[in-house]
């Protein structure tokens, strides 16, 4: 297992950047998938990005495509997410998490970091 800590959540006005960091502990974390998530007040919990050990491979959900950016720094253990072109619906607490085995199941997860986007 690899502890992931989340920073960089804020207020933002709409239109505005944030950008979220991911620094995970152990030696390992070249060899996981990270991936980003968030989860809006009564809303169920929706990927937002996935990045490879590599990361030269990324996913990106429709609705951030062309707005987010997702990075990673293997030497650094920490795993980026840019946030530009903000929106009031992109308002939720945003989790990064680790997949060991690449198959899409997410083991390991952050405690989470609020981003609100004012309007």
């Known amino acids: 297992q690899v502890q992931l800590v989340e920073s960089g959540g804020g207020l933002v006005q709409a239109g505005g950047s944030l950008r979220l960091s991911c620094a995970a502990s152990g030696r390992t974390f070249s060899s996981y998938v990270m991936g980003w998530f968030r989860q809006a007040p009564g809303k169920e919990r929706e990927l937002v990005a996935t990045i490879s050990w590599s990361g030269g491979s990324t996913y990106y959900r429709e609705s951030v495509k062309g707005r987010f950016t997702i990075s990673r720094d293997n030497a650094k253990a920490t795993v980026y997410l840019q946030m530009n072109s903000l929106k009031a619906e992109d308002t939720a607490v945003y989790y990064c998490?680790?997949?060991?085995?690449?198959?899409?199941?997410?083991?390991?997860w952050g405690q989470g970091t609020q981003v609100t986007v004012s309007s």
């Open positions: 998490a680790a997949d060991r085995s690449g198959s899409g199941l997410f083991g390991s």
